[in-house]
């Protein structure tokens, strides 16, 4: 599981950073899709990877929201991250996205606090 679960935080990183770099554009030129769904597969992708690095496989929860509530039973720390601005936990991440700009950017924000916490924990050294 260390292997799944190291593949899947070099993914989040790189779906963040992909994030990262749209913001970086005038507001004018940023792609809303980009960094939401960069945004989305950052988050699922960092839970996922917390979830085997735990010995717990996350197949069987398909929405952000079962990943997370999973992550907070094994870890209190979890709470911490605000979920409450962020619309896509209750449904499967490739059925919807988000088109504002401020919207996105509260997306990227909740996937960079997530790799924050997992950095304080430990778990990811880049």
Do not use: W
Not at 36 to 48: D, E, W
Not at 75 to 97: L, M, P, R, V
């Amino acid at each position: 599981m260390e292997k799944e679960a190291n593949k899947l935080f070099d993914k989040a990183f790189q779906s963040l950073n992909s994030a990262n770099k749209e913001l970086y554009r005038p507001e004018e030129d940023i792609v809303p899709y980009s960094v939401c769904k960069n945004s989305q597969y950052a988050i699922m992708n960092f839970l996922k990877g917390y979830l085997y690095k735990k010995g717990v496989n996350p197949d069987s929860f398909i929405t952000i929201d079962e990943l997370f509530e999973e992550c907070k039973k094994l870890n209190k720390d979890f709470e911490k991250i605000d979920f409450s601005d962020f619309n896509c936990t209750h449904h499967a991440i490739d059925s919807g996205y988000c088109t504002e700009v401020s919207k996105v950017n509260t997306c990227f924000a909740t996937a960079n606090n997530l790799y924050a916490l997992l950095k304080k924990v430990k778990l990811i050294t880049n």
